[in-house]
Each structure stands twice: as structure tokens, then as C-alpha cells.
């Protein structure tokens, strides 16, 4: 017998039975379903974390103050002075910018339309550092900054809830009871770590005007620093990052690292470490998903061997006739590898239908069902067929014609 009409035999057999294939499959199509769906959200979570740091650039060295953390001079705030001696210090040669900023609390209002956004006072290369560009008007300059002025750039959210949809530029706003004039509006923020509602003034009006952030000696208080590194090769970020540490451990009378009063990390640190977290709970929810497989394969042997039982005499006259202990074998192993199979591919179909509605429930990620997991989902339905058919197929492949012959 060949295997053509080895495989026409064993769809007759599964097609006579279809409630019974349908409710052996259940347990596959469900596993494969989760499997195959868990990784394809996983992947798109992955990819969207990668795009939203793509814009900081693995090359700018983020430096923050550290929380709760008591020393013996005593926790020291980021300064401007901290800032701009950066780059006449040793950490300068690997260095190409410096920008801080400085976070203030407050509320927009336009008449009695308001908002309550992150304000934020950046420097005039904010812009440059972030890849954070105007949809219109202008960014804030360096006069702005020597000026102390009262201009403010909107982001289009804040901008929508005050003036709808009309032209915001050259219109003023309210913060803090203050009068702003609006010079520009940001384009949407696609960069992990920065809320979509930012609005943002020069970093001295919100030292001076906005809040009283002096410091004696060191200039103004700041939020951040954001260093760029002349170079994106890992050797110059680590090494610069060291240098930072050496600068600003120097300039705050700190001699124990792990007593430091800030933190200095790169954008591609954060991104790792996001995905790595997010791999790790792929597999573990995969993991779980795939415990359906596992009884879905108990599933497809249990039906096996009734299968075989029920046609004992069938395998008893097959192999009176001359049929091959190996053709009996591979007639159920067939039958099995078919029933996972069928399980796995509308298991796949399941699982593009539940992309389909996480992609309208999360719009901002691009959800797309991927090779990778389609491939995985009919390489472990074959598994399963294989591994769960193996005994039924060999125990009916092994029975004697004559007692097979008079089982009743």
C-alpha cells in the first residue's frame, strides 16, 4: 500500500467521526490559539518599545538625582553648575552636548478651557538631544533661555483641550496665573519615558518664574541632564558613564559609589532591561498556554486507542490479507499527525482573530500574526501528533492477526 492511499484511508476514518475529531482537537486549538497569539502581542510589544527609544538614540546618557538616598555631606540636587562643568571636565573628550531641565507643577488654561500637563523648562538643544521637533512655529531659543521669557510650546494634546482646532501659535495661555505666549506645537511624542502631555518653557523661567529652584554657589536645581556621547560604540558610553560618575561624585564630596546622590543610565539600558522583562513574560505565558497542548495530546492518544480498540477486527483482516506491521503503524500515526494538525491550523486561525480584535483595542501597536510563531505553532502540532499516536499506532501495529481476528 503507498502512502497516498495510507493517507485516504486514515481522512476516511477521521471524516466518519467529525464530532469526535472536533472535541479531540479542542484542546489543541485552544493551546495553539494562546501560543500562537501571546507571542505574536509579544513581539508587537517589543518592536513598539524599540521605535519609542529609537528617537532618544542609545547614545545620550541620561543623569538623574537619586531618591531617598542619605550620605554623609547629605543628598545634593543636580545643579546647572553640574551640568555645564560636564564638558570642561574629564568626562568632555567623549562628550558632544550637554541639556537639562528643570520639571515644574502648574496648570494651562485658555479662558475656561484648562489642562494640566507636564511642564517642563529645557534648554534650546532639548530639541536636538531628544529628536523632539515643532509641528509649527519655533523651538525655544538660546535668547529665550538668557531672557527668562514667558513663551511656551504646546503639545498638540494640550493644544486640542485649549484652543480645539484652531491655531494656537501667537495666541497666549495662563500658567500658574502667568500670561505665556505660545511660539509652536510640538509633534506627537513617540519617545518611551516622555508623556504625550508635555508642554514646554525655557528651563530659566521655570527656575526663576515658575519656581524658586537657586542653589547657592552651583546656580539652579535641575531635574535632569542629558549627556550625548561623541560616539555610539559601547566602549565610549561606558567609559563616559564612568567619567560622569567620577565628575559628579568629585563635585558632590562623595567617596563611596554606592552612596551616590544620582544615577547615570543610557537609553539602551532601559531598553534591554524592558526586553528582557517582556521575552521573559512571553515564554512564561506561553509557557502556561502550552499546558493546553499537553492535554490535547492526552487528548489525541485517549482517541487513538479507542480508535484502535474499535477496529481491532479491521487491523486483524488487514493483516490476514498481507498488510505490512509498518503500514498498519503508519496509517494511525498518520491518522494522529492529521488529528494535531487540523488543531494546530484553526488554532492559528483562532489566534489571528484574537490579534485582530487586540489590534483594534490597542490601535497604537502594529499587532500582526508572525512567522516565527505560526511556524513553532505546526512544528509543536506535529509533535503532538507524532508523540501522542506513537503507542496507539505501535500497539496496533503489533497485534496478532488471529487474536485481533476474534476480539468481539
Known sequence: MNLLETFRIAL????TNRLRVL??????MIGVASVVSLMSLGGSLQTYVTNQFAGLGVDVLQISAALNRNT?????????ADAEGLLASSAGQYLSNIAYGYNVQGTVSVGSNSSSPSIQGVTANYSELNNWITASGTFISQKNIDE???VVLLDQTTATDLFSTADPVGQTVLISEQVFTVIGVMETRSTTGFSNQTVLIPVTTAQ?????AHVAGKGYRVSSIQAKVKSTDST??????????AYLMDAHGITDSTAADFNVFSTATIQNSLTSTLNTLTLFLSAIAGISLLVGGIGVMNIMLVSVTE????IGLRKAVGAQASTILSQFLIESVLLALLGGIVGILLGEV??????????QLTIALTLNSVILATGISSLIGIVSGMYPAYRAATMRPIEALRFE
Open 23 to 28: 472535541l479531540t482537537t479542542l484542546g489543541i
Open 148 to 150: 527668562s521669557a514667558r
Open 354 to 363: 484574537v490579534l485582530l480584535i487586540a489590534g483594534r483595542l490597542a490601535s
Open 208 to 212: 526663576t518664574r515658575l519656581a524658586n
Open 12 to 15: 476516511t476514518a477521521l471524516g
Open 311 to 314: 477496529r481491532t477486527r479491521e
Open 72 to 80: 554623609a555631606t547629605g543628598t545634593q540636587p543636580l545643579t546647572t
Open 236 to 245: 565610549d558610553i561606558t567609559a563616559a558613564t564612568k567619567a560622569i560618575k
